[in-house]
């Protein structure tokens, strides 16, 4: 007996967005054909179409999906620490987790591959940054405004100490991972360490016994 | 009379690298043809190959000469703040314009060449990375080893300093560029505001009676 049509017709879309994935990361957008996504998804070229349009629509989709599932879980931790007891303990281990998340090979290479094809592709490029770092950043914002409200950080404009934390912690590694790659980068941190001295400078401007001072 | 044959061929030298940077950077790597550049530089083919050996020795020498180009004088300027008298003053100045340095579009276009290509041409991104981004936080750090020798900094580790202040100043701005472009991103902020909220938050961190406070 056949399987449902929605289930297999699903299983492909999800075929073709895994073989899509690999091939761009590995070859670049310009560098990988329509044809060898359905070969390597072992579906027809028509396939492919029928359910991302075009080349360009099923780069969007992939994007969107890789994204959903690195950054969605993060941000759940993220809005956690608005109820921290312990913020200098819960920030500093929240930190590690997001340099080593960032650093993340795959990840590295999905921030390549969409900068890019920024000038051909901008809605692509328009995507990534509002599903990835704009949600962190405003994940950060809310969480920071909580901790303002609750008189552990003096943060009267969250948004900007969103941003001062999420580079004085991933900053100087993102970018260089962009041209050496996330391992390769993170090999060199050491990221107990690092992660601590950023959150001092962070602590030292932004809690409220510093201001006071 | 014929000009100098050092003199002609030097011309014709800068001639193509200025025509393969404007080509290279509206169409990308991958979409420029050696072809092209020799005929918008009005040279054979054979005159390319003949300066630069093959489209990826021209891409270096591009990028080894816009870089030499933007990131020399602002090394100068990091360089001077070690004799400051106004502390606040000079690195609030020198902030501003070190993100707006690297928010030209020029700049920006070239980070993406490079970091799109970083998988298939991994030492173009390894000069990149070292002739930009390396050199800049080598002569913060410099500086910032004088300002702690000074009295003026508390900064016993001057290469974290210095990645903590770049990353404050041009982190988020630089990491957006790479996806929106540099003016827009440029347009979307109080440069001033901005930067005085970065240097606030290192010196509330690096001021020697911060430390003591």
Do not use: W
Not at 76 to 84: G, K, M, N, P, Q
Not at 158 to 164: K, S, V, W
Request: charged share 20%; hydrophobic share 45%; aromatic share 8%.
């Amino acid at each position: 007996m056949a399987e449902p049509v929605l289930g297999r017709s699903a299983r492909k879309r999800l075929t073709i967005l895994s073989a899509g994935h690999d091939l761009f990361l590995s070859n670049g957008y310009q560098g990988t054909s329509v044809d060898q996504i359905a070969a390597s998804a072992e579906v027809s070229k028509q396939t492919v179409y029928k359910h991302f349009g075009d080349k360009q629509e099923l780069l969007l989709a992939i994007v969107n999906n890789a994204l959903e599932s690195t950054v969605a879980p993060f941000l759940e931790r993220i809005s956690a620490l608005a109820d921290t007891t312990d913020l200098e303990a819960d920030l500093t281990a929240l930190a590690a987790d997001y340099l080593r998340a960032v650093m993340q090979e795959p990840v590295v290479q999905l921030r390549r591959l969409v900068i890019g094809e920024a000038n051909r592709v901008p809605e692509l490029a328009q995507l990534y940054y509002d599903q990835a770092p704009a949600r962190t950043l405003a994940a950060f914002t809310d969480c920071f405004s909580a901790l303002h409200d609750r008189g552990l950080l003096h943060a009267p404009e969250p948004a900007i100490a969103a941003e001062h934390f999420a580079f004085l912690i991933v900053g100087r590694s993102i970018d260089q991972a962009l041209f050496y790659g996330g391992p390769q980068v993170l090999a060199g941190i050491d990221v107990a360490g690092y992660v601590r001295s950023g959150v001092a400078v962070f602590l030292a401007a932004y809690r409220p016994q510093a201001k006071a001072g």
